[in-house]
């Protein structure tokens, strides 16, 4: 593939920002990208009435998902077999509809397979893969149940999405390593291309009082946040002045003294919050990436992570921020004094951490290393051969409307 690629990007959503950084840089480097969304016919309100949509299709997909994750169905409702075949045949029925037909398709994520089977040739582009999320343990001391499980049918149809792929580009080496050992994909159809931070201001002013700890994340619980709350009232034993601020859940416990609950952020807020901030600290005890790191490296903020996954990638211990095992407060007490203690050393961190994303962890730099690895795919390999039959059994879809 030479000159400008004829892209079709496959989303589910803005997917933490990623489907339109993606989609900025790639048209910024002179591609034609065009947006299809996969989901919509399992939403459950109309989107311009806002009413309960109530159709078949809906109906069963909630009855489904409630069978197979009780009350955890609405975090849950894109994750059955029924849903996976539903997104599929949408986003085949979109793709066969475009004019001209692009080179190539790009999907974000193996939540379904670009069309029943793929009629054109595809490559995806992941951060987390379901093998490796089985494999996180249950924290039920800070409130994190087992991780749920997909079932066999949906294994089947992850596998054959990933085995189907001309390519799949991942965010880690953690990640490509799962392609390999658990889906048996072979290497040399791996690209590790990394994730990009979401924010870059042109200047990264330390505007904070040297004692303010900044936690950034939707989900509270699955990235630490009591954990946190418990190593902060620990902190404060010897740091009476200390403070936290919480940014991004809707919701969160009871807080100690000088801990605040700013709720929902807007992206464009994020740079305002990290300048304010001494430290940024996400404990997460589950993380497919953690782009909220490079966010904070990207605004001279030293960072304070857990060793899981692939945040060992983002954050250099010692060097970036500092590293301590997951689900451990005492641990995460002392890394965070280790930071109050030490104002020049924690400065210099986060001036390094700066440097390593305007070097390459910006979304621009993403799409170079993914431009790069879709090349190597050939000349004219764009309109040619189908994408593998699908290996299980399809739900049977509805028709669309």
Not at 367 to 390: D, M, N, Q, W, Y
Request: glycine share 10%.
């Amino acid at each position: 593939m030479q000159g400008k690629l004829s892209l079709a990007y496959v989303h589910y959503g803005a997917q933490s920002g990623v489907t339109g950084a993606v989609t900025r840089a790639l048209a910024a480097r002179g591609h034609d990208v065009r947006l299809v969304a996969a989901t919509g016919d399992l939403d459950l309100r109309d989107p311009v009435t806002r009413l309960p949509r109530v159709r078949v299709p809906v109906l069963k997909h909630l009855a489904l998902s409630a069978a197979r994750y009780g009350r955890l169905w609405y975090q849950h409702r894109w994750n059955t077999e029924y849903a996976f075949d539903l997104h599929s045949a949408r986003a085949g029925r979109a793709l066969a509809a475009l004019r001209p037909a692009p080179d190539l398709v790009l999907q974000n994520g193996a939540l379904l397979s670009p069309g029943l089977p793929p009629r054109l040739p595809y490559v995806l582009l992941v951060d987390h893969t379901r093998a490796l999320g089985m494999r996180s343990p249950p924290w039920p001391q800070h409130g994190l149940a087992a991780p749920a499980d997909y079932g066999p049918g949906w294994r089947a149809r992850e596998e054959a999405v990933y085995r189907g792929a001309r390519l799949v580009a991942c965010f880690s080496e953690h990640v490509a390593g799962s392609l390999v050992e658990d889906y048996g994909v072979k290497r040399d159809r791996i690209a590790v291309v990394g994730g990009g931070a979401n924010v870059f201001p042109a200047e990264a002013p330390r505007l904070d009082d040297g004692r303010t700890i900044l936690f950034v994340g939707k989900d509270f619980v699955r990235k630490g946040g009591p954990v946190l709350l418990d190593a902060f009232r620990r902190l404060r034993r010897a740091h009476p002045k200390a403070r936290l601020l919480i940014a991004g859940p809707r919701r969160v416990p009871a807080l100690p003294e000088n801990a605040a609950h700013l709720g929902p952020v807007e992206p464009d807020e994020l740079a305002g919050l990290f300048a304010q901030a001494t430290v940024f600290c996400l404990p997460t005890l589950r993380e497919p990436y953690g782009l909220a790191y490079l966010d904070a490296m990207a605004c001279g903020l030293p960072c304070v992570g857990t060793q899981l996954e692939a945040v060992p990638e983002i954050v250099e211990d010692g060097v970036t921020g500092l590293l301590v095992p997951p689900g451990d407060p005492v641990a995460l007490c002392a890394a965070l004094a280790e930071l109050l203690d030490d104002p020049a050393g924690a400065r210099e961190m986060g001036a390094r951490g700066r440097e390593r994303v305007a070097a390459g962890r910006r979304w621009e730099h993403v799409a170079e290393r993914l431009e790069a690895a879709l090349r190597t795919l050939g000349a004219g390999s764009g309109r040619v051969g189908a994408g593998r039959s699908p290996r299980w059994r399809a739900e049977p879809a509805p028709p669309p409307g």
